[in-house]
């Protein structure tokens, strides 16, 4: 297989798709990083002028940058804890056997499948309303006072919904991986005595440990630019208090018709989503190899 | 200590009965082999001892004690998996220590305790390794050290060779069977390899289809098989089954003669036939011999015996070597 000659015709076959798949991501890439650099404003067409560095001076020292920056973290670190002890708890669960488990995986996954912006409307509406919401009549019903949860804890609410569209995708891959633990490592586990808990411990978790590390990895890329939930729910608001990046991005181009402040705003997303993910494979990718 | 009884013992998955019944006494320090044809039960016996799996009914006293309902932790035995069953991600020092620390022992105390176990096993070398570095027998070895930490009362194995090659299942047969002499804890083994079962038993214990056939020391199988299933079980090649006019001659319905025991000559005997294939291995010689009315017979001869394909030959069984069973395949003695 690996002779030099099969490995020039391998190249060659590859370079189309190796050559499509660069400039796909060269060409938006160098024309966001061009636009950062203009002074470029949908309300002043044909004004465009070279700006140097302004539009990231502006956008770096603006003070819901770094309450952006706070949020997506924050989204970030708490939607990963919920859906990763969540998600090993309900793998526990569903891995035991029960009555209609199959009806049960099913439930558990479904909200994986729903749209965003829906998922994030049904909570808006249904659950959190503080007049209609399905919590609002049941803090009526033991007689207290209906909370206001998307105004008085919006990016808390925030990570719950995106929690719960997460917590399926994190259980599901969980599960998998406890399915392949070895049945007869659980077996010589108990001869030696461990009970449940300690079989958790030193056999689950470690066995887990790969799954969980993938878990991460890829909710953290997408948990990076969530944007639809709070667009439908809290429009970043009350004032910024749940404005991400991504979100603030969006302000700056489409509320305020800055093409070049927003682009100055991406790419600093960008180097920002790079540092987190230098800093992931430091912690965690090494659990990858081997 | 270390002696286990099963009484009336019964397994049931499902609508299908994989053990009957079963009566069963296992002396402290012997060394028990459970043979039998693959699907007999073997492995089922052996988990019901262990605790991992329920009894259907009766009852299994360990160490003098009544052990039906105990929890496998609680009645002192360990188990050697025949998948090792090593934990991957921990080294093999914490492999052997894990059954101390989950009894909560001293750190010094389990340090010397694998050390011991480790120097026996000739494994002090490999002690920082994971599991994955290190080859068949070693891991072997590491599990047997994780058996042996815990001072158990008795060692399950359930086919713990099955996965090495025949050199190195050899050499562990030997450690196995020292390892006996030097700590003389009660073990069963499980195994459907019949040369491990003679050399390492006291007692074996031949199953089939979950019912035992004979309990007894391996020569006691070899010479008096009960039945014809353990007779045609033990012993390697198998015993040459004879039926009809040849077998009432002797009286019983069937007879039954081990390829050792005929005579083989070239010019006069019992029973005449023609040589279908001869296996020379220089030490033995095999010959499989289409015998004129009874079909095809085994023989065995030490050395040489120069005979080849489509040769003559005349078998005749050794005098009291032949084995009588009547019609219901239990032996006539
Ligand atoms: N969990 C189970 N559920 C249903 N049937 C089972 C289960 N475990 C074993 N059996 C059945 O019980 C019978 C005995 O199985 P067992 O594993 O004890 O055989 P064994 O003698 O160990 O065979 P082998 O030499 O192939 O390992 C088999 O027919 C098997 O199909
Ligand atoms: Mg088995």
């Given at each position: 297989?690996?002779?030099?000659?099969?490995?020039?015709?391998?190249?060659?076959?590859?370079?189309?798709?190796?050559?499509?798949?660069?400039?796909?991501?060269?060409?938006?890439?160098?024309?966001?990083?061009?636009?950062?650099?203009?002074?470029?404003?949908?309300?002043?067409?044909?004004?465009?002028?070279?700006?140097?560095?302004?539009?990231?001076r502006y956008f770096l020292t603006d003070p819901a940058f770094f309450q952006a920056l706070f949020n997506t973290l924050a989204i970030v670190v708490g939607v990963l804890l919920i859906t990763v002890i969540g998600g090993i708890a309900l793998a526990i669960l569903l891995d035991q056997p029960m009555f209609g488990q199959g009806i049960v995986r099913i439930l558990v996954i479904a909200p994986f499948l729903i749209m965003p912006t829906v998922a994030a409307l049904v909570w808006k509406n249904m659950f959190m309303n503080p007049v209609n919401g399905l919590f609002a009549h049941l803090a009526k019903a033991v007689g207290l006072q209906p909370y206001d949860f998307l105004n008085n804890a919006p990016l808390m609410s925030i990570i719950v919904i995106v929690a719960w569209q997460w917590l399926p995708f994190a259980t599901l891959i969980l599960l998998t991986a406890l399915q392949s633990l070895d049945e007869e490592q659980k077996e010589a586990a108990q001869m030696d005595g461990a009970g449940a808990w300690s079989r958790f411990i030193y056999l689950t978790l470690p066995h887990l440990s790969r799954a969980i590390t993938v878990v991460i990895l890829i909710q953290t890329i997408f948990l990076l630019s969530v944007f639809a939930e709070i667009l439908v729910t809290t429009n970043g608001g009350p004032g910024t208090q749940s404005t991400n990046l991504t979100f603030l991005v969006y302000a700056q181009a489409l509320l305020q018709f800055d093409v070049g402040g927003a682009s100055a705003g991406g790419i600093i997303a960008v180097i920002l989503a790079n540092i987190v993910a230098f800093f992931l494979m430091r912690m965690i990718g090494k659990t990858l190899e081997a | 200590?270390?002696?286990?009884?099963?009484?009336?013992?019964?397994?049931?998955?499902?609508?299908?009965?994989?053990?009957?019944?079963?009566?069963?006494?296992?002396?402290?320090?012997?060394?028990?082999?459970?043979?039998?044809?693959?699907?007999?039960?073997?492995?089922?016996?052996?988990?019901?001892?262990?605790?991992?799996?329920?009894?259907?009914?009766?009852?299994?006293?360990?160490?003098?004690?009544?052990?039906?309902?105990?929890?496998?932790?609680?009645?002192?035995?360990?188990?050697?998996?025949?998948?090792?069953?090593?934990?991957?991600?921990?080294?093999?020092?914490?492999?052997?220590?894990?059954?101390?620390?989950?009894?909560?022992?001293?750190?010094?105390v389990i340090d010397k305790k694998v050390a011991d176990a480790a120097r026996v096993l000739n494994l002090t070398d490999y002690l920082d390794r994971k599991p994955r570095q290190l080859s068949g027998g070693q891991r072997q070895r590491v599990a047997i050290g994780r058996a042996i930490v815990r001072q158990p009362v008795a060692f399950l194995f359930d086919e713990p060779l099955s996965n090495l090659d025949a050199a190195l299942r050899v050499n562990m047969r030997l450690e196995i069977s020292q390892l006996h002499q030097q700590l003389k804890t009660t073990m069963v083994y499980v195994t459907h390899d019949q040369v491990e079962a003679m050399t390492m038993a006291d007692k074996i214990v031949v199953l089939n289809r979950g019912n035992v056939e004979q309990v007894g020391s391996p020569l006691d199988l070899y010479h008096h098989p009960d039945n014809l299933f353990v007779a045609g079980f033990i012993g390697s090649p198998k015993m040459n089954i004879i039926t009809g006019d040849i077998a009432k001659g002797y009286g019983a319905h069937t007879i039954g003669v081990r390829p050792e025991h005929l005579d083989l000559s070239t010019s006069a005997g019992a029973w005449r036939g023609t040589v279908g294939v001869a296996e020379h291995l220089g030490s033995d010689t095999f010959l499989h011999v289409a015998v004129?009315?009874?079909?095809?017979?085994?023989?065995?001869?030490?050395?040489?015996?120069?005979?080849?394909?489509?040769?003559?030959?005349?078998?005749?069984?050794?005098?009291?070597?032949?084995?009588?069973?009547?019609?219901?395949?239990?032996?006539?003695?």
């Open positions: 297989m690996a002779t030099l000659h099969t490995r020039s015709a391998a190249r060659a076959m590859m370079a189309p798709s190796v050559l499509l798949l660069l400039a796909w991501m060269i060409v938006p890439l160098a024309m966001t990083i061009y636009f950062s650099f203009l002074r470029y404003n949908l309300l002043m067409p044909g004004m465009e002028e070279w700006a140097g560095f302004s539009n990231y | 200590m270390g002696s286990i009884t099963l009484n009336n013992v019964s397994k049931v998955f499902g609508a299908h009965t994989v053990i009957p019944s079963i009566d069963l006494n296992i002396e402290e320090g012997e060394f028990v082999v459970f043979v039998g044809p693959s699907g007999c039960g073997k492995s089922t016996l052996l988990r019901l001892i262990a605790g991992l799996e329920d009894v259907s009914g009766g009852k299994i006293v360990i160490d003098g004690k009544d052990a039906t309902e105990l929890a496998p932790a609680k009645r002192r035995l360990s188990m050697v998996f025949q998948s090792y069953a090593l934990y991957p991600h921990m080294s093999v020092r914490s492999n052997i220590a894990f059954p101390l620390k989950m009894a909560g022992e001293d750190a010094s004129d009315k009874v079909g095809t017979m085994t023989a065995r001869v030490g050395g040489d015996f120069p005979v080849r394909h489509g040769d003559q030959v005349y078998l005749s069984p050794q005098e009291g070597r032949v084995h009588r069973f009547d019609e219901t395949g239990l032996a006539i003695r």
